[in-house]
């Protein structure tokens, strides 16, 4: 097993989602049970779904000094580095660090394809039109490129591309480059924006519900596709005593199947062994789980069996896809920000959309809202082909 490591500070972060701008809206949002999905109004073509879709995109075009990036996935991106005093945080880690000691990571999984996918519905005598023919915008690096420039960081610079485990991946990236002097500080998180490729890529693959999803539901159909930006800026301890901590995380990759889980869960359960072995924990210690939980068949029966097996009923469980439908590659980052929000605003957030809950985990999950202490939340990503993540953090007195 992993050694454990020493925990880093969460010194800033922020969400963008459905459910609003910044992390105020969500808390506002989780805390009533309060939900964002509605029907599809995004797709080229009728496709008969549930989306979670940001509002305001459409108005907020990039400055002008960064109209060359300009695409839904760097406008979300804007708007997600413009909340919660986040640019600001970056501003002073760059101050007090240098540029280029402070790494850039993040997830994504379709980067700006909508703009690719715009430029082909529109072509001019074979070519990409005028105003799409910026070379930038087309490559999966597009949203970690325009970040750098957008922000002035110009340490490691990474795109980390694992599907739905893409933007928890990037908190294991980025503690392994400050552990090992690299930098000094990180930015992580991860940004997706709706496009058609994911719509009808997931409904050609029958995983789409046409009703708002329902994670962990006996009556489950499928899940509901959104769109988030996260980002959370990490530093070494001592820069900030009383800030959350990283104290852990476990990565694996089971490779059982293209889209579907190990039916046993062997890679999430070793994904899970890993990060409490990096955090110095056991299972009973553990107060909050925000669980991967897509409403697919196969994703939460496997989930809900290793939470069963492995959790007692105090501790507390929900999916908060039923809140903003599944982000995709920025649903690792978005949720690891609600465990945040559970270890500093002491509440578990309910598992919206499921009245008829999983009989193997039902004592475990958290249905409605709960007001409760969070000492230590665990944020479990599992993403296509078996690629896992399971992240932990904790309150700055129990790391």
Known sequence: MPARIPSLAVTAYSATSALGHGVSAHVDALRSGRGSLRANDFSSAPLECCIG??????????????????????????LGLNQDELFEAVSA????????????VLGTSTASIGASEEAYRRLEDGHFPQDLRRPGIHTPHSLTAFIAKATGIDGPALTISTACSSSAKVFASAERMMRLGLVDAALVGGVDTLCD?????????ELVSPEPCRPFDARRRGISIGEAAAFALLERADIAPHSPRLIGYGESSDAYH???????????????????????????????????GTATLKNDEVEAAVVGERFSPRVRASSTKGFTGHTLGAAGGLEAVFGLIAIEHGFVPGNLGCTQPESVCERQLALRSEEREVRVALSNSFGFGGNNACLAFARADFA
């Open 93 to 104: 880690a760059i101050e007090r660090h240098g540029a280029d000691r402070v790494a850039l």
């Open 258 to 292: 293209m889209s579907t889980p190990h039916p046993q869960g062997r890679g999430a359960r070793a994904a899970l062994d890993d990060a409490l072995a990096r955090a110095g924990l056991r299972e009973d210690q553990i107060d909050y789980i925000n669980l991967h």
């Open 53 to 78: 879709r940001v509002e305001g995109i459409e108005d907020a075009p990039l400055p002008q000094s960064l109209a060359h990036w300009e695409c839904r996935n760097n406008r979300l991106a804007w």
């Open 197 to 205: 490729s994911v719509l009808f890529g997931f409904n050609a693959l």
